[in-house]
């Protein structure tokens, strides 16, 4: 028998993870995930919020998992955010992404050349990636909930000590699927959500220290592409290893001033919050 392991994650305690989520777990291509961080360069100027696309993918998975989702629907809830770039978001204004999807328009490319497909062949899941349309657990549009923006939503919030574990607790208690998707069971717990979505948009990702931090580094990436000093392959690798690319090529100062927050006084953050995706959930 395979034996499990066990992770510690901030949110929900000890995921267990076996069979064919283990060994997609402890694959290169899943590991990168641990050093890309889920708030893009945030993490630069707010060290609280240092958590990474690998404790999201995590946290989605175990939401899904939670709630019933099946074999294929639990692996792609593991890997749904496995192409993300280093620095996560912030290379959608590199490549003038406005939705915020270009992770997703290489996400093909990224799985295959990748040793996933030979780990789901193992398992006979060589069509889990085919179409995420009919994971309706996953991913739903606006103003739904799914396990995505579940998890997102809590653990941004909970890094950013904006909201308690206890809270977290009692909102996933509150959490039911109907016909396949996930519902909250009491007013309480809906209005809260809806409050703290709220929160995330308006004080969480258009805080302008959060907002000054992700142009900075999307200006600085923009022009490292540009001048050859930054291929979309080095984009590929972890956040620590673009900040080491971008030191070789010159950026100390750059580097230096983003940490200290150096312009911040006067940045245009009005400017700044209407670049990114609009979230409202009525």
């Known amino acids: 028998m395979d034996e499990e392991i066990n992770i510690d994650d901030a949110l929900y305690g000890s995921i267990k993870i076996d069979g064919v989520f283990k060994e997609l777990v402890q694959s290169s291509a899943f590991q990168r995930l641990k050093e890309i961080n889920q708030g893009g360069a945030v993490f630069m100027v707010n060290p609280d919020s240092n958590h990474t696309r690998f404790d999201h993918s ?3 998975y175990w939401l899904v998992t939670k709630f019933g989702g099946d074999l294929r629907e639990r ?11 280093a620095f996560s978001h912030v290379v959608d204004a590199v490549f003038d992404h406005r939705n915020e999807d270009y992770h997703e328009s290489i996400f093909e490319e990224v799985i295959r ?9 193992k398992y006979d899941l060589s069509d889990a990636l085919d179409s995420f349309e009919r994971y309706t657990l996953l991913e739903q549009s606006l103003p739904e909930i799914c396990a995505d923006r579940i998890d997102y939503t809590l653990r941004d919030l909970f890094q950013a000590r904006m909201i308690t574990s206890d809270e977290v607790n009692s909102f996933i208690a509150d959490l039911q699927i109907e016909n396949g998707k996930f519902v909250i069971s009491t007013t309480a717990s809906e209005e809260w959500f809806k409050y703290q ?14 907002l000054f931090a ?5 200006e600085l990436l923009k022009r490292a592409v540009a001048d050859g000093n930054l291929s979309k392959a080095d984009l590929m690798t972890t956040d620590t290893e673009v900040i080491r690319k971008l030191k070789s090529a010159g950026f100390h100062e750059e580097i230096s001033a983003l940490r200290n927050l150096d312009g911040f ?3 245009d953050m009005k400017r700044a919050a209407q670049k990114l995706k609009l979230r409202v959930m009525p």
Do not use: C, W
């Open 214 to 218: 992700n142009q900075k580094m999307a």
């Open 197 to 210: 979505y709220k929160r995330l948009n308006e004080d969480y990702f258009r805080r302008p220290e959060h």
């Open 265 to 267: 006084q006067s940045f």
């Open 75 to 85: 692996t792609a809830a593991l890997l749904h955010d496995l192409s993300h770039t």
């Open 58 to 60: 995590l946290g989605v």
């Open 113 to 121: 050349n990748s040793t996933i497909p030979s780990i789901l062949n």
